[in-house]
């Protein structure tokens, strides 16, 4: 009897071993089944930790686009929907062996080169977010925060005409476009060839730069002081409240032929350009020389037949949606063009009939179509720069000489204007083809009227920018 007992508490003890494993062999499948589910749903610990990471990197870049450009706008917005997406692994998991900066690396390459899911490149994304421009672009009334009310009051005996002490117009108004961070070249304009007097007896010239609010403040800490001091130093400065972008510089187009249709109607001649240019403006009087103010004139680098930018990485991409014509109207490169005072209180109406456009020189070309004004090229402006002579590449072209017969270059250097400056104003200056100034009107060697008919990117010609 006591046989048979130890028998059975054997036999009892090795099927209760039996029966532990066997619970534990289904819990363990039970347990590998469950977490190839939780793998097949997307909820790995590893690719969770890259979601997550890659959704509040690209929330961080949309929380701080209100300060960035339009252009990063456009980059970043459609990179959210491109975030990796949770898959299956079939291998091991290699999370815990991995640090985060490696992690942050994957990351980051996924940013930049999205890619769709057949593995295909993603078409290049706009610089620009014209469906916004399209939607605000009917805002086009800003407030003058700083204005210069006596910038055209010119007295008698600063032009050496009488003492009398009675206050006509300028001669010639310069205008420049500047940006507020750009003070180095405000002021070498103002040393340059942007000095205000009286070059000839009843030739006044007085200058304004125009500026708009800066996007990025942070950028220029203090900076409505550092205008608002400038412009009680050099009373020359014009500043609106829209943001100074690119694509606002139409705003500043038409607001600044409403101030001179306002504050300055009487001014006979007018230049307007960037603050990257050199100009030449012993020459522009010569040209100037016989020509009547009160009849319509706007000579410049003239370009004819242009077509719209359609590659989206050009800084003047213009989408079919926005501008569906095959051409634009023939218009003047932006960094310098001279007009006439009546041709210019003409635009001034004509520029509020016409749609706004983001690219401010083909929008004037239209406002120019609309009054019927046809522009005139002069080959003195060169808003393209220097070409590189392919028949003699290793021609000097930053010779003084050369600069003397030209009235305005574009792209140039705060040192190189400066220098540009100085060496034509040198005394000690010698040019064998021209000794001195003309008496008569200033001409270029060959046809001064005929029309240019350049089809090229804007702003992508080889030019000489150094010496």
């Known amino acids: 009897m006591l046989r048979k007992v130890v028998m059975m508490r054997r036999v009892l003890h090795v099927k209760g071993d039996v029966m532990c494993t066997l619970i534990l062999l289904v819990a363990l499948c039970f347990l590998l089944y469950a977490r190839q589910v939780v793998l097949s749903a997307g909820w790995s610990r590893s690719v969770w930790k890259l979601q997550i ?150 030739r006044s010239i007085r200058t304004v730069f125009l500026l708009g609010i800066p996007r990025n403040r942070s950028s220029l800490p203090l900076w409505d002081r550092l205008l608002a001091y400038e412009s009680q130093a050099f009373q020359d400065v014009l500043l609106w409240d829209f943001e100074d972008t690119f694509f606002n510089l139409t705003l500043k187009e038409t607001h600044f032929l409403e101030w001179v249709n306002s504050s300055c109607p009487h001014v006979k001649f007018i230049f307007k350009g960037d603050a990257d240019v050199y100009v030449n403006v012993e020459n522009i009087l010569e040209m100037l020389q016989g020509r009547e103010p009160e009849k319509d004139l706007f000579v410049g680098d003239i370009i004819v037949n242009a077509k719209p930018i359609r590659r989206r990485t050009s800084k003047y991409y213009v989408p079919e949606f926005v501008y569906g014509g095959g051409l634009y109207p023939s218009y003047a490169g932006g960094g310098g063009f001279v007009m006439s005072g009546h041709t210019a209180r003409r635009l001034s109406s004509a520029c509020q009939q016409v749609e706004l456009f983001p690219i401010d020189d083909v929008f004037l070309g239209m406002c120019l179509q609309l009054i019927g004004v046809k522009p005139l090229r002069h080959q003195g402006f ?49 040019c064998h083809y021209r000794t001195g100034q003309t008496s008569g009107p200033f001409k270029w060697r060959g046809r001064v009227g005929e029309m240019a008919a350049d089809e090229a990117d804007y702003g992508e010609k080889p030019v000489f920018l150094t010496h």
């Open 382 to 430: 060169r808003t393209f720069g220097i070409p590189r002579p392919s028949a003699a590449p290793h021609l000097q072209t930053f010779d003084p000489c050369f600069y003397r017969e030209l009235m305005v270059v574009h792209s140039l250097g705060v040192p190189q204007i400066w220098l540009m400056w100085n060496l034509l104003h040198d005394p000690k200056l010698s």
């Open 53 to 202: 990471h890659g959704s509040t990197s690209s929330s961080r870049s949309l929380l701080g686009s209100s300060s960035q450009t339009g252009r990063k706008e456009a980059l970043q917005s459609p990179l959210q929907p491109q975030l990796p997406s949770c898959k299956p692994r079939l291998k091991s998991e290699p999370s815990q062996s991995k640090s985060s900066s490696q992690i942050r690396s994957r990351s980051r390459k996924k940013k930049v080169i999205p890619t769709a899911a057949d593995g295909k490149r993603l078409p290049t994304l706009p610089p620009f977010d014209f469906e916004k421009y399209l939607r605000e672009k009917d805002k086009r009334n800003f407030n003058l925060l700083i204005d210069q009310p006596e910038k055209c009051r010119i007295r008698e005996e600063e032009e050496g005409g009488g003492r009398g002490g009675a206050v006509s117009a300028p001669y010639m108004l310069i205008a420049v476009k500047s940006t507020a961070a750009d003070f180095d070249k405000r002021q070498v304009v103002r040393r340059t060839w942007g000095r205000e007097g009286a070059l000839h007896p009843g």
